[in-house]
Antibody, heavy 121, light 110 residues
Framework: QVTLKESGPALVKPTQTLTLTCTFS??????????VSWIRQPPGKALEWLAR???????FYSTSLKTRLTISKDTSKNQVVLTMTNMDPVDTATYYC?????????????WGQGTMVTVFS | QSALTQPASVSGSPGQSITLSCTGS?????????VSWYQQHPGKAPKLMIS???NRPSGVSNRFSGSKSGNTASLTISGLQAEDEADYYC??????????FGGGTKLTVL
């Protein structure tokens, strides 16, 4: 059974760097075709795709946020980490990680439960 | 890149069929077959309902179907049920090698 779970700080201050971890089970990110994305959703608003890392370590970033984002993986720990620099109150959101399990490049087959991050001073 | 365009709200009665639209451009929906749809109930994570325009994952009711014409994708729900009341989001791959979501449609079952 595939599961993903996000973890990280619930509160961060403006200008700080956010580090989120997606810990998964039921698959390996060394398997061809596996891809993990980060997606966020501000309260009451729409989903926004942030970044993706593939089994072969290819990385892709949102055009508008790429200067602030870094995605990486630790296959020995079954984790994907997202860092976002220079946090602002508008970054307050629920952050999800999601798996695309083979097949085409694109889409999100299985989602984590999400973790809420609030940015305030 | 701007978000895909979805109607803010749609409503229907139990048993009816409804269609949700998602409009983009030739750089996303129109250029690729990688359109997907997600259902989100309040306080829950999104759930994949349709992938690659019209593929229904195992476990998703066959009342849900997807299609695409030009730059517009559609999700049709037939035999509307109370449990279908939720927010629905479309998503597409883009020519910039990114993913983009729509603004979401709130479906109300009357």
């Amino acid at each position: 059974q595939v599961t993903l779970k996000e973890s990280g700080p619930a509160l961060v201050k403006p200008t700080q760097t956010l580090t989120l971890t997606c810990t998964f089970s039921g698959f390996s990110l060394t398997t061809t075709g596996m891809r993990v994305s980060w997606i966020r959703q501000p309260p009451g608003k729409a989903l926004e795709w942030l970044a993706r890392i593939d089994w072969d370590d290819d990385k892709f970033y949102s055009t508008s946020l790429k200067t602030r984002l870094t995605i990486s993986k630790d296959t020995s720990k079954n984790q994907v980490v997202l860092t976002m620099t220079n946090m602002d109150p508008v970054d307050t959101a629920t952050y999800y990680c999601a798996l695309k399990a083979g097949g085409s490049c694109c889409g999100f087959d299985i989602w984590g439960q999400g973790t809420m991050v609030t940015v305030f001073s | 890149q701007s978000a895909l365009t979805q109607p803010a709200s749609v409503s229907g009665s139990p048993g009816q069929s409804i269609t949700l639209s998602c409009t983009g451009s030739s750089s996303d929906i129109g250029g690729y077959k990688y359109v997907s749809w997600y259902q989100q109930h309040p306080g829950k994570a999104p759930k994949l309902m349709i992938s690659e325009v019209s593929n229904r994952p195992s476990g998703v009711s066959n009342r849900f179907s997807g299609s695409k014409s030009g730059n517009t994708a559609s999700l049709t729900i037939s035999g509307l049920q109370a449990e279908d009341e939720a927010d629905y989001y479309c998503s597409s791959y883009t020519s910039s090698n990114t993913q983009i979501f729509g603004g979401g449609t709130k479906l109300t079952v009357l």
